[in-house]
């Protein structure tokens, strides 16, 4: 465990801030965590009160922090302080040195290229951090605006999982995206300074 103030550092791109989550992020965070839009591809289902949404950074975000996970990043548009999304990378199988990347983004947001150049910072950050040989990403079949950016990132599409979510009450296929590390620093070289840390971790 981490010391109890650790923090995961700030990001910046050039038109956003990646930043830990705080409690005062409850209240703007559930007015778009409550939207069944934002939710239809994602395992958590839309928050029903604000309460869910202080769970949320308290049982899960600060909890991961305190295991020395840089995920979960509250995503913002500089200089506006309110998060409008969530995204970061976590081990999936350590010993096996595999990373996966997770991401949302509020509606109002969709369709700008905000989501793509959020997960850019953090993959960079995640890289150069923790040197995962793999960075994985999986997508319920049928969200195409996911597959997408993944493709935008470099990612490349391993195939489907038929049938191995059951999610609200129905069996989903899940499609696995993934991108090694020697793709990505051929994709990023020479310049891949989209990620750039404010302040060490640790």
């Not at 550092?9 to 934002?38: G, K, M, S």
Request: hydrophobic share 40%; glycine share 6%; charged share 25%.
């Amino acid at each position: 465990m981490m010391p109890h103030d650790w923090r995961p550092p700030t990001l910046t791109t050039p038109r956003l801030t990646l930043r830990p989550f705080t409690t005062a992020d409850a209240a703007p965070l559930f007015e778009h965590a409550r939207n069944p839009n934002v939710t239809r591809f994602t395992l958590w289902d839309a928050h029903q009160c604000i309460e869910e949404t202080l769970a949320f950074v308290h049982d899960y975000a600060l909890l991961r922090y305190r295991e020395g996970t840089a995920e979960p990043y509250a995503i913002t548009v500089t200089p506006d302080p309110r998060p409008i999304g969530a995204c970061g990378c976590f081990w999936a199988a350590q010993p096996h040195q595999t990373m996966e990347l997770g991401y949302w983004l509020a509606e109002p947001f969709w369709g700008q290229g905000l989501i793509t150049e959020a997960c850019h910072a953090v993959l960079a950050f995640s890289f150069a951090e923790y040197g995962p040989e793999r960075m994985q990403a999986r997508v319920i079949e049928g969200n195409h605006a996911s597959a997408r950016v993944l493709a935008k990132l470099g990612f490349r599409d391993e195939g489907t999982l038929r049938r191995s979510l059951f999610r609200r009450g129905k069996f989903d296929n899940v499609r696995m995206f993934s991108l090694l590390r020697d793709e990505w620093a051929a994709a990023t070289a020479p310049a891949g300074k989209e990620a750039r840390p404010e302040k060490r971790g640790r």
